[in-house]
């Protein structure tokens, strides 16, 4: 099997894309799962702000799923632009 | 370099049952041991239980232990039986399916040890429910060995399928890649199951009456953290039955390989994360029984939340295997 320059290069945008995605999922995902067990408490103490308790915890896991967009937008430049 | 090919799969059944053993035994291990120590606290706080609480660390235990025994297993079979030596694809099948065995009862193993532990807890505060506990307890970390059978079934299909007809070059990708999607998609689930198992033991022990209520949530909770290992199995099933064209490029088979990685990873913290979130849910339900709904609802949206970069690493991995 003879590698060329640019096949190289392609195979390892593809394999990077993989990565970036794979790693990229592990934070948001634990953090968004944190945010939401704190808000489930946070409605047991307190259920008359479950409303206000609820926003909070979207707007948070929103910022904490920004670092999963940027692997997602990596992962997809990677496989399509690069 | 030119290698027997007989050796060559030996070498590799080697390398795979060593990897597949060695991995695999470290979840069990942490798990059986993390109900032991909480068993030996509670009969120090309850020693006239110390019955009861002793035998459910058995039960709990040998749960636990299943995982180790599938990828001593597959260790065995790897070792023992003779593999097929078609082509240079034979190569990477024990590897891969060693290495998905062994991923995969990773997290099966630790997480089945933490509903265990807080039966024996509970038995200790609240003897009279231990039957209940039990129960609970039995079917909580039987959900929590789900993921680790899914890594079962590839690693047996990978041994057992006939590679004879497909091209060398993209397929030895698929493989390895198929092995790694299931046997890393499973840490997450499995260990993310085994939290949600463990608030319901606790659940139960603390208000007996929402036991019901607590183990429902409980397997709910239960289901939502496992979608990823579904995803894990689904990209794997994928990699293993596709057919591909012959390519002499190493780009195509990178590909594939590197959507296993993708979806495998990608899976771990969506798992872990959904199971927190459950985990929350269900320990406050016996607490707040008025509030069963809000929070199920609370759960099912923060859990969603948490669920999307695990479905970002799906669509990537297929995205993979059929556009690029």
Not at chain 1, 33 to 60: D, F, Q, S
Not at chain 2, 37 to 44: I, P
Request: proline share 4%; with cysteine.
């Amino acid at each position: 099997m003879a590698i060329e320059g640019a096949d190289l290069v392609k195979a390892a945008a593809f394999l990077g894309a993989g990565i970036a995605m794979g790693f990229g999922a592990i934070g948001p995902g634990v953090g968004e799962g944190i945010t939401a067990a704190k808000a489930c408490e946070a409605i047991g103490h307190n259920p008359r702000e479950a409303g206000l308790i609820t926003r909070t915890m979207l707007v948070g896991q929103a910022v904490a799923e920004s670092t999963g967009i940027y692997s997602l937008v990596i992962a997809l430049l990677l496989l399509f632009v690069v | 370099m030119n290698i027997d090919l007989h050796f060559a799969v030996t070498t590799a059944a080697y390398t795979g049952a060593g990897i597949c053993i060695g991995i695999g035994a470290i979840g069990a291990a942490i798990g059986e041991g993390y109900t032991a120590a909480q068993a030996t606290l509670a009969t120090g706080r309850h020693p006239e239980q110390s019955a009861e609480i002793f035998k459910t660390m058995l039960v709990g235990q040998a749960i636990s232990e299943s995982s180790s025994i599938f990828t001593l297993v597959v260790a065995l079979v790897l070792l023992f039986t003779k593999l097929p030596e078609v082509s240079s694809v034979s190569i990477y099948v024990p590897l891969a399916a060693g290495l998905c065995m062994g991923f995969g009862a990773l997290g099966a193993g630790i997480g089945a040890g933490y509903p265990a532990a807080a039966a024996c807890t509970g038995i200790a505060r609240q003897p009279a429910m231990a039957g209940r506990l039990n129960t609970n307890m039995i079917i909580g970390s039987a959900v929590c060995q789900t993921p680790s059978t899914f890594a079962l079934v590839i690693a047996f299909i990978l041994l057992y399928s006939n590679f004879s007809g497909k091209p060398e070059s993209p397929t030895w990708a698929a493989i390895l890649g198929a092995g790694l999607a299931t046997g890393l998609a499973a840490i997450g689930p499995g260990l993310g199951s085994g939290l949600v198992a463990q608030a319901g033991c606790e659940g139960t022990a603390r208000n007996p009456e929402q036991a019901k209520n607590a183990t429902n949530v409980m397997l709910l909770g239960q289901a939502i953290a496992q979608t990823t290992a579904i995803y894990g199995l689904l990209v794997s099933f994928i990699l293993i039955f596709r057919s591909y064209p012959a390519t002499d490029l190493l780009a195509p088979a990178m590909g594939l390989l590197s959507a296993g990685i993708c979806v495998g990873i990608g899976a771990i913290g969506p798992g872990i994360g959904v199971a927190m979130a459950a985990r929350s849910a269900v320990a406050w339900i016996p607490r707040n029984p008025a509030m069963t709904n809000e929070l199920i609802r609370t759960m099912l949206i923060g859990a969603a939340v948490a669920e999307s970069t695990g479905i970002y690493a799906l669509v990537v991995a297929l995205v993979l295997i059929f556009v690029v």
